[in-house]
């Protein structure tokens, strides 16, 4: 990825440590790192972020960043998501709020500690090589089957993790989330 996308996340990710909530990184950058790179600036992170965090949260991210109280408020309350923007950067973050399911309780649990810079070494947690290709199916389920980019990016995360992911997982929460269907044709589609 380039750098400024990188240095953006490392920033929001910081701010959430400092402030204990739970976070992981998904989307493109989770594919990327687990699967094959693609050119991305779109930063995804998931928060399991309470209510009454939200004014230190939107503290912490000014004046660096855009964020706007009420539409965190709102995001939190719908488990729905907002973005911040870095100022200097003009860099946006998607940030989605964790929805209260099962599945995505047990996604935050199996979040992966990466490093993604190795000088100085910083290390930040993504969503599981099986949870990124859930999730890229999920969207690509749910937007008429037509992003290229989200079908190209669950079957790189298949071949390259191959044979290390978990396949009982894979399937319980594929038919859980309604893509057992399409897992299967991944898989097909990746080798497996």
Same mark, same amino acid.
């Given at each position: 990825? &380039?750098?400024?996308?990188?240095?953006?996340?490392?920033?929001?990710?910081?701010?959430?440590?400092?402030?204990?909530?739970?976070?992981?990184?998904?989307?493109?950058?989770?594919?990327?790192?687990?699967?094959?790179?693609?050119?991305?600036?779109?930063?995804?992170?998931?928060?399991?972020?309470?209510?009454?965090?939200?004014?230190?949260?939107?503290?912490?991210?000014? &004046?660096?960043?855009?964020?706007?109280?009420? =539409?965190?408020?709102?995001?939190?309350?719908?488990?729905?998501?907002?973005?911040?923007?870095?100022?200097?950067?003009?860099?946006?973050?998607?940030?989605?709020?964790?929805?209260?399911? &099962?599945?995505?309780?047990?996604?935050?649990? =199996? =979040?992966?500690?990466?490093?993604?810079?190795?000088?100085?070494? =910083?290390?930040?947690?993504?969503?599981? &090589?099986?949870?990124?290709?859930?999730?890229?199916?999920?969207?690509?389920?749910?937007?008429?089957?037509?992003?290229?980019?989200?079908?190209?990016?669950?079957?790189?995360?298949?071949?390259?993790?191959?044979?290390?992911?978990?396949?009982?997982?894979?399937?319980?929460?594929?038919?859980?989330?309604?893509?057992?269907?399409?897992?299967?044709?991944?898989?097909?589609?990746?080798?497996?």
């Amino acid at each position: 990825m &380039p750098a400024e996308p990188i240095e953006v996340l490392l920033e929001v990710v910081r701010l959430l440590e400092d402030l204990g909530i739970p976070y992981m990184v998904g989307g493109s950058v989770a594919s990327s790192v687990f699967g094959i790179f693609r050119s991305t600036d779109d930063v995804d992170v998931v928060i399991d972020l309470a209510l009454e965090k939200v004014p230190s949260l939107v503290a912490k991210l000014k &004046p660096a960043f855009y964020v706007d109280e009420s =539409r965190v408020r709102d995001a939190v309350k719908q488990q729905a998501s907002f973005n911040v923007i870095q100022m200097e950067k003009i860099q946006k973050v998607d940030v989605f709020v964790l929805p209260d399911r &099962p599945y995505n309780r047990e996604e935050l649990r =199996r =979040r992966q500690l990466v490093t993604i810079t190795e000088d100085p070494k =910083r290390s930040i947690y993504m969503a599981s &090589p099986e949870d990124v290709i859930l999730q890229k199916l999920d969207w690509y389920g749910l937007g008429g089957e037509v992003s290229d980019r989200q079908w190209c990016d669950a079957l790189g995360v298949l071949k390259v993790q191959a044979n290390r992911l978990d396949r009982s997982y894979l399937e319980r929460w594929a038919s859980d989330l309604g893509v057992s269907e399409l897992l299967a044709r991944a898989l097909r589609a990746a080798g497996l």
